[in-house]
């Protein structure tokens, strides 16, 4: 019996101790679907690396700008799904062209649903996709929230990154070896994760369970009823390009001013833990960044966090 065979045989007897994680509260939900409607560009498609079309929406700033924000949707989600009051905030109020990107798989993007070829893809998808936008301003910033947080945590920490001028980690969802949750969650399970997958893909090199479903989101029946775009699922390779491997090692190598938000009220993440990943920046870095916990939910955050981003932007202008 060869090594990795052992390794997967043994770690199959702990098929049910899939991981879950908390859901956010339906009044989070609701807080978004009850905001004020916003005016919607038209749908536009970027030819990312490999020719796949990444849908983005490009809302453009009030005033003549030459600095925009690239906004990163968590996994599941896409670009409307709450995004566009951020978006709108910025575009209105802080002179700041925004561009909305549905990741591949999700959203109007082209590509298997919830899946990516490779882990690293989407990395590459954002390097495309920066590049792109530097070609149109002069200053370019990159937002994740949620899991966007993670996958934006893994660009900079890649060594193939085009630079940018500055990050923003909203409500960041850095993965399980961030120990970030709550530890006592009130609330059913949001995510349910097959560990067999992550165990056996990684154990052969990703040639099985690579592109099979291996994160199950649980979005209550009244979100999908109303949003056919959300997915329910992602694959292997999607869920690894999306979180950090050593989130800790990782923040420490941040090389730009970021401003990280977090909310009081979050239902999945505990902002104290949140808000601790600000230490491991350099001191160099952390004077010219900021990091705050706003009186918001992990989806209602979206709301008013426009805002802090903005006022931020405007400091480092």
Partial sequence: MTKVTIVITSLLLMLGSNLTFAEAPATDFDALENAPKVEIPIVAFHKSYDETKLAYYKFNSTEQSDRAVIVLHGGGAHSLSGYQHLADTLSREYSTNVYLVDLRGHGRSKGRRGDAPRANSIKKDLKSFVKFTKKQNKLVYVLGHSSGAGLLLNYISWKKKIEVDGYFFVSPQFGHKAKIERDNPTTPPFATIKLYKFIIAQSTFGLFYGHSPAVHFNYPAKVLARDPLINTFITRHMSVGMTPKKPVKQFKKIDQKYGLFTGERDNLLDPLKVTKYCDYATEDI???????????????????????????ILNWN
Avoid: D, F, P
């Fill in 286 to 312: 952390n004077k010219q960044s900021a990091c705050e916990i706003l009186y918001q939910g992990h989806l209602s955050i979206l709301l008013k966090v426009g805002h802090n981003v903005g006022e931020l």
